[in-house]
């Protein structure tokens, strides 16, 4: 993992670690996403890296890696929900302003998405779990 956790770290105390560091954001994920994560092999791992360092350096993404709002539209607490998005995987969560930078926060996966639009499930599910990070600790 990228990244350190100090005293100070807002996203490690609220339980999100550092996945992808850059120079205009960072991609934190939560304890529960991060078990999804671990179940990728190495390939799309490595693709959805490569794309959260663009976003990380401050790059416009392609609506087919990664997408915001639409129609997962925002949390009952006001965060707009986004995808970041390699073939069938899909890792969703929120931007957040946290300790000085642009934080991306995945809240919630689908390892293995079969359809085009998003599982109604799903995104009640990963609207829950991004209410409630920052709640919980």
């Not at 954001?25 to 078990?35: E, Q, S």
Request: charged share 40%.
């Amino acid at each position: 993992m990228a990244g350190s956790e100090t005293e100070d770290d807002e996203l490690a105390k609220q339980g999100g670690t550092v996945l992808v560091e850059g120079d205009e954001g960072r991609v934190g994920i939560t304890a529960k996403a991060l078990k999804e994560w671990n179940k990728l092999d190495a390939t799309r791992r490595g693709r959805l890296k490569r794309t959260m360092k663009e976003w990380c350096a401050g790059r416009r993404l392609h609506r087919e890696v990664y997408k915001s709002g639409g129609k997962y539209g925002k949390t009952k607490g006001g965060r707009t929900i986004a995808v970041f998005k390699a073939r069938q995987v899909r890792f969703y969560g929120f931007e957040e302003h946290m300790d000085g930078m642009r934080t991306f926060v995945i809240v919630d996966a689908d390892l293995a998405k079969k359809q085009d639009d998003a599982n109604p499930d799903t995104i009640a599910r990963l609207k829950d779990r991004a209410d409630a990070f920052g709640k919980e600790k």
